[in-house]
């Protein structure tokens, strides 16, 4: 139980286009979703909560514009890189916690990543 | 600041000794923390979580301790196997609500045979 996946695994996009990571919730429902930026050899660094049904809340130094977060389900929560620059490349890791009649657990799960390579 | 400690030097072990990794914390004053493994190229797995009303945890070959006074973490695998090897990130709930998670830069543990 408590599977996350993510979509796609890699990808390569050329500067200046834009790009949509997905992250769902294989078996539970999740309220909350974060999304996290990994670089090499660097620990894992929130970027924003999703939650469902409202706007996502940003750490400080992420631009909102740039990355857009929408979380239209209970499962499915979705990452827009946009205009993305060469600087825009890293690891990017969703994880969530399981919401259940008693609240949502501490402990988080996490997808698989998403390596974003900006040519 | 607040800081996340773990040592960023790769510990490497013998098969079956006990390995110890260490995070160590400053200015903050978490409710709990976790420990997750992290494979290259793979999103972390979640191991343990310790509360801060607990000294210790345990789970199978791993066991964690809490110590808020000295604000440290240890975390023991027991019988270690090559299968063990990996990165081990500490986090802690960075309060205010959401239960955000800050993580430590992790420790690359290695079992050698």
């Known amino acids: 139980g408590a599977v996350v996946s993510q979509h796609p695994s890699r990808v390569i996009c050329k500067s200046g286009t834009s790009v949509k990571i997905e992250c769902r919730s294989l078996?539970?429902?999740?309220?909350?979703m974060f999304w996290y930026r990994q670089f090499p050899k660097q620990s894992l660094m929130l970027m924003a909560t999703?939650?469902?049904?409202?706007?996502?809340?940003?750490e400080q130094g992420v631009e909102k514009d740039k990355f857009l977060i929408n979380h239209a389900s209970l499962t499915l929560s979705t990452l827009t890189v946009t205009s993305a620059h060469p600087e825009d490349s890293s690891f990017y890791i969703c994880?969530?916690?399981?919401?259940?009649?008693?609240?949502?657990?501490?402990?988080?799960?996490f997808g698989p990543g998403t390596r974003l390579t900006v040519t | 600041s607040q800081k996340i400690e773990q040592n960023s030097e790769a510990l490497n072990i013998q098969e079956g000794k006990t390995a110890t990794l260490t995070c160590n914390y400053t200015?903050?004053?978490?409710?709990?923390l976790q420990w997750y493994r992290q494979d290259p190229g793979r999103g972390p797995v979640f191991l343990l979580l310790i509360r801060e009303n607990e000294k210790e945890k345990r789970k199978e070959r791993l066991k964690v301790t809490f110590d808020t006074t000295l604000k440290q973490s240890l975390f023991h695998i027991t019988a270690s196997q090559p299968a063990d090897s990996a990165t081990y990130l500490c986090?802690?709930?960075?309060?205010?609500?959401?239960?955000?998670?800050?993580f430590g830069t992790g420790t690359q543990l290695k079992v050698e045979l």
């Open positions: 994880s969530a916690r399981i919401t259940g009649t008693s609240g949502a657990t501490y402990e988080q799960y």
């Open positions: 999703s939650n469902e049904g409202s706007k996502a809340t940003y």
């Open positions: 078996d539970f429902q999740a309220t909350t």
């Open positions: 986090a802690l709930d960075v309060g205010g609500g959401g239960n955000k998670l800050t």
């Open positions: 200015n903050y004053s978490p409710a709990y």
